[in-house]
Antibody, heavy 120, light 107 residues
Framework: QISLKESGPTMVKPTQTLTLTCTVS??????????VGWFRQPPGKAPEWLAL???????RYSTSLKNRLSITKDTSKNTVVLTLINTDPVDTATYYC????????????WGQGTLVSVSS | DIHLTQSPSFLSASVGDRVTITCRAS??????LAWYQQKPGKAPNLLIF???TLQSGVPSRFSGSGSGTDFTLTISSLQPEDFATFYC?????????FGQGTKVEIK
């Protein structure tokens, strides 16, 4: 059974770096076609796709955030890490990671999400 | 970026009603469109991919159609557990984007 779980700080101060970890189980990050993506959802708003990393280490980023985002994976640890630098209160959101079984295949399932507040 | 516009943003319906939600893309996206359902405090749940393919385990009262720029999600007979917010999501072009959502509430 595929599952994902997000972890990281619940609060960071503006300008700090946010580092989130997605720990996966039930699949391998090195299986051809597989990718893990990150999304976020501010309270009361629609989800926003942030980044994804493919099994072959190909990476894609949101246009608006690409200068602040970094995504990496550690296949041996079954983890995918998202880093967002220079945070701002507008980055306050629930952050989710999700699994995709193939290229152009939507993410399913997603993790339970982790709420991150950016506040001084 | 490809912009997705859902309509309506909110609808009030009764159990048993037929419900239709539309999603219009700002440019053609072939059939690379998915629909998600989200309940409060939960992650989005995939209902339909490739515009019309039902995800495994999703009830057959859900269906999707469309290609290019215009898409539809239909619930043939609304059930109590269907009250939620629905989002369309395009995977045709990076950056992938979502519609603003349609909240379905009980009349």
């Amino acid at each position: 059974q595929i599952s994902l779980k997000e972890s990281g700080p619940t609060m960071v101060k503006p300008t700090q770096t946010l580092t989130l970890t997605c720990t996966v189980s039930g699949f391998s990050l090195s299986t051809r076609g597989v990718s893990v993506g990150w999304f976020r959802q501010p309270p009361g708003k629609a989800p926003e796709w942030l980044a994804l990393i493919y099994w072959d280490d190909d990476k894609r980023y949101s246009t608006s955030l690409k200068n602040r985002l970094s995504i990496t994976k550690d296949t041996s640890k079954n983890t995918v890490v998202l880093t967002l630098i220079n945070t701002d209160p507008v980055d306050t959101a629930t952050y989710y990671c999700g699994h995709s079984a193939g290229v152009l295949v939507p993410f399913d399932p997603w993790g339970q999400g982790t709420l991150v507040s950016v506040s001084s | 970026d490809i912009h997705l516009t859902q309509s309506p943003s909110f609808l009030s319906a009764s159990v048993g009603d037929r419900v239709t939600i539309t999603c219009r893309a700002s440019q053609g996206i072939s059939t690379y469109l998915a629909w998600y359902q989200q309940k409060p405090g939960k992650a989005p749940n995939l209902l339909i991919f490739d515009a019309s393919t039902l995800q495994s385990g999703v009830p057959s009262r859900f269906s999707g159609s469309g290609s290019g720029t215009d898409f539809t999600l239909t619930i043939s007979s609304l059930q109590p557990e269907d009250f939620a917010t629905f989002y369309c999501h395009q995977l045709n072009t990076y950056p992938w984007t979502f519609g603003q959502g349609t909240k379905v509430e009980i009349k």
